[in-house]
């Protein structure tokens, strides 16, 4: 009776185009995804892998009942943290590990959530055979290709955007030497990543990804000539992606939209894709009042920039609780960085996202 009744009432709505947002028992903007603009997805990295494997709590995704609640309740899209980095899904030669990301591509499907893959082109957190080994310039460029097409192309079709190359650039606006394929290869790698993802692929939107391009600068300036390179040689990129891992020491990105812009006018989405905002915490380890205000507004100027952009139809955090943060692992005095308390209690920072999307979904 219930159901009919809903159904009665959704049917309507969605001949208007509208969400089902019942379906989520959410409506009314009640969530951030049920407050967002249909065209902007709203995402969390999926805590797991990484530095959660030295920490004091079994895998969160697997086994936190209420963190997969919140996951699912708040969020249209979600990031693996680190389940398709090569370390994780690729951890011997001959051998991947598609298991804890396959999970999540699941939770995704059955919870109405798109997937952004992470990552494909990375300095970090690749495996120790792959560090290690020694291998002909050949072998390596054979090894790249088959890793993107067995990992792309596993997900063919279940993945909405991919970051095909992550943080390639240096401060200086330089190739990464420290990536062993640009080192060893050569920047003219950074294509053929691109066109084996496509192939393998062909409907992911394939981007660039990075931090510290949230202001204008030469990481900025690298980002775009690469950008007018690649879509001159017509290389299938279809976005730039500002990661925007704040802390409250630098000050607010209030020129971010018009980075975001340079990209957008060359025709690229463009996406926040790891949002979190650091602070110095006091003796006490709590946030003061005035520091919570203070970073509601950061978190504010990064979706005011996304929203004022056209293209920007992907705005994601690094975790929505600092139960679960990388950043008190990697800067043990700064701390309480995502917009939930550890018992996934809301800050200011949550309810000024979600009236923020709330105003612009009207
Ligand atoms: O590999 C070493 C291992 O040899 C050592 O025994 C162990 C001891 O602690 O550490 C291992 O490294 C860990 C690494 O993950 C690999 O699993 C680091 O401690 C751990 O801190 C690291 O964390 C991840 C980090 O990426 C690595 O760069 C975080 O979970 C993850 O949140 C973070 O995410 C990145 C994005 O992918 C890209 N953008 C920046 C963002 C934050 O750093």
Not at 155 to 178: L, P
Not at 332 to 350: H, L, N, Q, V
Request: glycine share 8%; aromatic share 12%; with cysteine.
């Amino acid at each position: 009776m219930r159901k009919a009744l809903v159904a009665f009432l959704t049917l309507p709505l969605l001949a208007l185009g509208a969400q089902p947002a019942v379906a989520h028992g959410h409506g009314h903007g009640k969530t951030l995804r049920a407050a967002a603009p249909r065209d902007l997805r709203i995402g969390s990295a999926v805590a797991g892998g990484g530095h959660h494997v030295d920490q004091p709590y079994p895998d969160p995704f697997t086994y936190d009942r209420p963190y997969r609640k919140v996951l699912a309740r708040e969020f249209n899209s979600v990031s693996p943290e680190n389940q398709m980095k090569w370390e994780f899904i690729h951890p011997e030669r001959n051998r991947y590990n598609f298991g804890p990301a396959d999970a999540i591509v699941r939770f995704a499907r059955a919870n109405g959530q798109v997937v952004r893959g992470h990552t494909l082109l990375w300095h970090s957190q690749n495996p120790a055979w792959l560090n290690e080994g020694t291998f002909t310039k050949a072998e390596l460029r054979s090894i790249l290709k088959s890793h993107i097409f067995t990992v792309v192309g596993h997900y063919r079709g279940q993945i909405q955007q991919w970051d095909v190359a992550n943080e390639i650039f240096n401060e200086n606006g330089e190739y990464r030497q420290e990536n062993i394929f640009i080192a060893e290869l050569g920047p003219g790698i950074v294509a053929d990543a691109f066109r084996w993802a496509h192939q393998a692929d062909p409907k992911a939107q394939l981007f660039l990804n990075d931090y510290g391009v949230e202001w204008p600068g030469v990481k900025v300036d690298a980002y775009e000539s690469l950008a007018k390179q690649l879509l001159a040689q017509r290389v299938p990129l279809h976005g730039f992606a500002s990661q925007a891992h704040l802390s409250m020491r630098y000050g607010a990105p209030d020129q971010l939209a018009g980075v975001l812009q340079r990209f957008d006018d060359l025709g690229l989405h463009t996406a926040i894709t790891e949002l979190d905002v650091r602070m110095d915490l006091p003796a006490s380890g709590v946030p003061t009042a005035e520091q919570l205000t203070t970073q509601a507004s950061y978190y504010k100027t990064v979706l005011d920039a996304c929203l004022a952009v056209d293209g920007c139809n992907s705005f994601t955090i690094w975790g929505f609780t600092d139960k679960y943060s990388w950043v008190p692992v990697f800067f043990p005095s700064e701390g309480a960085a995502t917009i939930m308390w550890d018992d996934f209690a809301k800050k200011p920072a949550y309810y000024t996202l979600r009236d923020t999307l709330r105003a612009a979904r009207r």
